[in-house]
């Protein structure tokens, strides 16, 4: 199975910044990796697939970069409905894994 | 509009099985793959299986000898039945969506909690 290991798993941010959340594949999963963002007693929803390509109605502060094995998801201006975890997934074989998730806390 | 909706007993005795029921709309089943994933409360999300556009189906490994999932394509619902449930299997249960060759889940239902106990 391809394991995701996200890194911080938690990061305290300050309104306005411009911040960076880390998705590592233990396996090159091309670039079939996409994020989710997950609020408190939410669903997740899906912020950025296929590494890079935006989603509809998702703001664009969010973006994201990567192929094979690194991958990032960048806000550009953190503002505080941003406060969430985020989740990455690959999709590229079965079993579809997960990554532990980073949480964003206010500083 | 696009929606799933996870229906289901909410308690489960230890060792029995549980039973969950996606009821989608805005959609085919037979145009779109089904997934369900879990998430222990305070946790991470775990993959559990797929039921794809044509009926096959796809489990998570570790679920595999406990897990079944299933349709009924009329009535636009995925079901979902896992037995021998035990404490560690106390999570909200999801379903979602993915468009065929897509490999993204891009639209989730509400979830379903559900507690194993006597």
């Known amino acids: 199975d391809v394991v995701l290991t996200q890194s911080p798993a938690t990061l305290s941010v300050t309104p306005g910044e411009r911040i960076s959340l880390s998705c590592r594949a233990s396996?090159?999963?091309?670039?079939?990796l996409h994020w989710y963002q997950q609020k408190p007693n939410e669903s997740p929803r899906l912020l950025i697939k296929?590494?890079?390509q935006s989603i509809s109605g998702i703001p664009s502060r969010f973006s994201g970069s990567g192929s094979g094995t690194d991958f990032t998801l960048s806000i550009n201006g953190v503002e505080l409905e941003d406060l969430s975890i985020y989740y990455c997934?690959?999709?590229?074989?079965?079993?579809?894994?997960f990554g532990a998730g980073t949480k964003l806390e206010l500083k | 509009q696009v929606q799933l909706k996870e229906s289901g007993p909410g308690l489960v005795q230890p060792s029995q099985t549980l039973s969950l029921t996606c009821t989608v709309s805005?959609?085919?089943?037979?145009?779109?793959?089904v997934h369900w994933v879990r998430q222990p409360t305070g946790k991470g999300l775990e993959w559990m299986g797929v039921?794809?556009?044509?009926?096959?189906?796809d489990y998570n490994s570790a679920l595999k000898s406990r897990l079944s999932i299933s349709r009924d394509t009329s009535k636009s619902q995925v079901f979902l039945k896992m037995n021998s449930l035990q404490t560690e299997d106390i999570a909200t249960y999801y379903c979602?969506?993915?468009?065929?060759?897509?490999?993204?889940?891009?639209?989730w239902g509400q979830g379903a909690s559900v507690t194993v106990s006597s």
């Open positions: 979602a969506r993915e468009s065929p060759y897509y490999y993204v889940m891009d639209a």
């Open positions: 805005g959609f085919s089943l037979t145009s779109y793959n």
């Open positions: 039921i794809w556009t044509g009926g096959s189906t």
């Open positions: 396996e090159s999963v091309d670039t079939y």
């Open positions: 296929y590494a890079s």
């Open positions: 997934q690959q999709g590229n074989s079965l079993p579809y894994t």
